[in-house]
């Protein structure tokens, strides 16, 4: 049987089939439009398969949080995906929960971005406008180094990502946040701007 090609509606529909969480679709729209400027600045040629994968990186997450990127190989092969997208997704749990490597530009954005949109939400929703369109990366770094502060954000997963990706930190942040911004609306960031 031939494998499917993937396309953002069928996985929003799946998505959604294992994901009731506002808060967990939020995170994964917040991921595919991040996927989507990163794919856009390296200038890959598959701009949407980026985006796909941001968008169902943690299908199996509400569901299955024992079983978190393990689960997915088993419901994207009973899907029919491919195996280069079901193993980008894996990747992005790399010594978390998975010990399948980042080793593709896109899986290790992925590995990168999905803790640091976390922290860049919580940032953008503490700030008075409630916005991630006046979001500036001091703003974030500010909150990066109080441990305090979005505890469950791995800063090292992002710094090891960043090192693979061979970017600095604030680029990392700045692009991120430029991702985010086009999803503004969408993911709940706008604010009262």
């Known amino acids: 049987m031939n494998k499917i090609i993937p396309n953002r509606e069928k996985a929003y529909e799946l998505l959604k089939k294992y994901n009731k969480s506002e808060s967990l679709i939020r995170h994964a729209l917040t991921v595919e439009s991040v996927m989507l400027h990163f794919a856009e600045l390296f200038e890959e040629e598959d701009v949407d398969k980026w985006g796909i994968i941001g968008l169902i990186h943690d299908l199996d997450y509400e569901l299955y949080p024992e079983e978190h990127c393990k689960k997915t190989r088993e419901i994207l092969t009973k899907e029919n995906w491919p195996e280069d997208y079901i193993r980008a997704i894996e990747s992005h749990g790399w010594n978390i929960c998975t010990d399948v490597e980042p080793v593709e530009k896109m899986e290790k954005v992925l590995y990168t ?8 939400t ?18 974030v770094k500010k909150k990066w180094k109080d441990k305090g502060f979005a505890a469950g954000v791995n800063r090292e997963v992002i710094e ?19 991702g985010m911004q086009k999803a503004a609306e969408e993911i709940g960031l706008k604010g009262e701007l």
């Open 122 to 139: 919580a940032t953008a929703l503490m700030r008075p406008s409630k916005s991630i369109l006046d979001m500036k990366v001091k703003s």
């Open 113 to 120: 971005i999905d803790e640091l949109t976390g922290l860049i």
């Open 160 to 178: 090891e990502g960043a090192k693979m990706l061979g970017m600095e930190i604030d680029e990392v942040i700045n692009e991120t946040i430029k």
